[in-house]
T-cell receptor, first 118, second 111 residues
Framework: GAVVSQHPSRVICKSGTSVKIECRSL??????MFWYRQFPKQSLMLMAT?????????EQGVEKDKFLINHASLTLSTLTVTSAHPEDSSFYIC??????????????FGPGTRLLVL | QKEVEQDPGPLSVPEGAIVSLNCTYS??????FMWYRQYSRKGPELLMY????GNKEDGRFTAQVDKSSKYISLFIRDSQPSDSATYLC???????????FGEGTQLTVNP
């Protein structure tokens, strides 16, 4: 149980293009989904928190117009990196927090998406 | 000062050793404590989940929480090369699902 998927697992794009990353909770409904980025040998950095049907809450220093988050349903959230630049290259990880019994009240993480902007 | 302190290592041990990983924290409102394991280029995987003080055992893994000292530990018995990963402690308050993470400790178990 508590499986979270992400797609794509890896993406390479040219500078200036937009990239969409999908995060799905496969066997539970998620009250809240989170988006993190992680640089090599560093811990997770929370970018934003999203609740289904409402606007995402962004962490200080994260540009909401650059990192668009859509939490369309209780099982799907998307992160769009708009006009990506090389400095946006990173490992992006989503997590989901269940809203049903049988699951621990914590975050379950996806496998991550490696973004490389050329 | 960070809310959660965790020695980043790296920590290198021989196969079969007992591994001790630790975190300290400053926020007395933290009630739930977790350990995640993260393999290279993968998302973190929940290993242990505990509430308040006490011990919890799951196979070769034991999690300990001492709220009076604001100190949590993860012990790995009979460590295996497959345990080589980064271990992240995480904690949260009673309400909400936002987690505060430690920096992660990089562990290598040598065959």
């Amino acid at each position: 149980g508590a499986v979270v998927s992400q797609h794509p697992s890896r993406v390479i794009c040219k500078s200036g293009t937009s990239v969409k990353i999908e995060c799905r909770s496969l066997d539970f409904q998620a009250t809240t989904m989170f988006w993190y980025r992680q640089f090599p040998k560093q811990s997770l950095m929370l970018m934003a928190t999203s609740n289904e049907g409402s606007k995402a809450t962004y962490e200080q220093g994260v540009e909401k117009d650059k990192f668009l988050i859509n939490h369309a349903s209780l099982t799907l959230s998307t992160l769009t990196v708009t006009s990506a630049h090389p400095e946006d290259s990173s490992f992006y990880i989503c997590s989901a927090s269940p809203r049903q019994e049988g699951f621990q009240e914590t975050q379950y993480f996806g496998p991550g998406t490696r973004l490389l902007v050329l | 000062q960070k809310e959660v302190e965790q020695d980043p290592g790296p920590l290198s041990v021989p196969e079969g050793a007992i591994v001790s990983l630790n975190c300290t924290y400053s926020n007395s409102a933290f009630q739930y404590f977790m350990w995640y394991r993260q393999y290279s280029r993968k998302g973190p995987e929940l290993l242990m989940y505990t509430y308040s003080s006490g011990n919890k055992e799951d196979g070769r893994f034991t999690a300990q929480v001492d709220k009076s000292s604001k100190y949590i530990s993860l012990f790995i018995r009979d460590s295996q090369p497959s345990d080589s990963a980064t271990y992240l402690c995480a904690m949260r308050e009673d309400s909400g699902s936002r987690l505060t993470f430690g920096e992660g400790t990089q562990l290598t178990v040598n065959p």
